[in-house]
């Protein structure tokens, strides 16, 4: 692996473990006593997304956060069917092998959509005595939960088409930190260094050629909207949105959305941060999700 860009992100590689998911070597970090929180990272990037608020989470709970296959640290394979129903057996698949039966959920991006899968699975074997994940709770931060509420990016429209396989090889680090400035708060931005790491958790071990299939995930959540927007309608836990306000891809508008199609959850917007609140505004998204779970 290439030199890493800042020594943060190599010390956060350098605490982490692997485990083997179908021959492939998976990253994760794991730290902390108590209730177990399995913490699930967005696109394009990795559980480095959550290094702002690991130390205070693992104050309080035994936090797991892996790379999903893909992404960061974990292997990328060119030859692999990536697909939000696999990403939800890696996580059950690592629970298991970890001896793990009850987790809490805090999700993000593409993990929100991981998430509301395992919600639906976790929903169908309620009364079938199945022994698995026993899911405690969820957290969804900003994601594309509601496919009609969802405005992606244009270079996120276009790497989903047959045109992306070609546009990948030309994608370069001032083409994601642009795009990240525009998803960000207008007062949070990224700076130039949080542009390395991100990028460079992108593209190590090729990543950024595999970046036009796992944008599939785009048209997984328009074919499966029933089931995953329906889960969390029927959502018997304590369910919870932290929204970062600002967000143009799934802001206001989706956290509104949230409070309309599941009204017994609790929503949270927090204004001037944009799609990463926990990257924005990590004190913010501490207290409220600490606040979820103290009523």
Not at 47 to 67: C, F, G, M, N
Not at 167 to 174: H, N, Q, T, Y
Not at 280 to 292: I, Q, S, T, Y
Request: charged fraction near 20%; charge should be neutral.
């Amino acid at each position: 692996m290439s030199t890493f860009p800042t020594t943060q992100l190599a010390n956060w590689h350098d605490a982490g473990k692997y485990f083997n998911y179908k021959g492939h070597q998976i990253f994760y970090r794991e730290g902390g006593k108590g209730e177990t929180l399995l913490l699930i990272h967005g696109f394009p990037t990795a559980s480095w997304d959550w290094h702002r608020i690991w130390e205070k989470l693992t104050q309080r709970y035994h936090v797991i956060a892996p790379d999903m296959i893909g992404f960061g640290f974990s292997d990328k394979p060119k030859n692999y069917h990536y697909c939000i129903m696999d990403q939800a057996d890696l996580h059950e698949v690592m629970m298991e092998r970890m001896g793990i039966t009850k987790v809490h959920i805090l999700a993000h991006d593409y993990g929100d959509t991981v998430a509301q899968e395992m919600l639906s699975r976790w929903l169908a074997r309620q009364g079938n005595h199945i022994e698995a994940i026993d899911l405690q709770s969820i957290t969804l931060l900003n994601g594309g939960i509601f496919p009609e509420m969802h405005f992606p990016r244009l270079i996120q429209k276009i790497l989903a088409t047959p045109l992306g396989p070609g546009l990948a090889p030309f994608m370069g680090k001032s083409r994601l930190g642009k795009t990240f400035k525009d998803i960000f708060g207008k007062h949070t931005q990224p700076t130039n260094e949080e542009i390395d790491e991100f990028w460079y958790l992108v593209s190590c071990k090729k990543g950024k050629y595999r970046i036009p299939k796992i944008i599939q995930y785009m048209k997984e959540r328009q074919h499966f909207r029933d089931r995953w927007v329906g889960v969390l309608e029927q959502c018997p836990l304590p369910l919870f949105h932290i929204n970062g306000a600002d967000d143009p891809i799934s802001g206001r508008h989706a956290g509104t959305y949230f409070q309309k199609i599941a009204p017994q959850a609790k929503v949270h917007f927090l204004d001037g941060i944009g799609h990463y609140p926990q990257v924005e505004a990590p004190e913010n998204v501490l207290r409220h999700f600490f606040e979820a779970f103290s009523l």
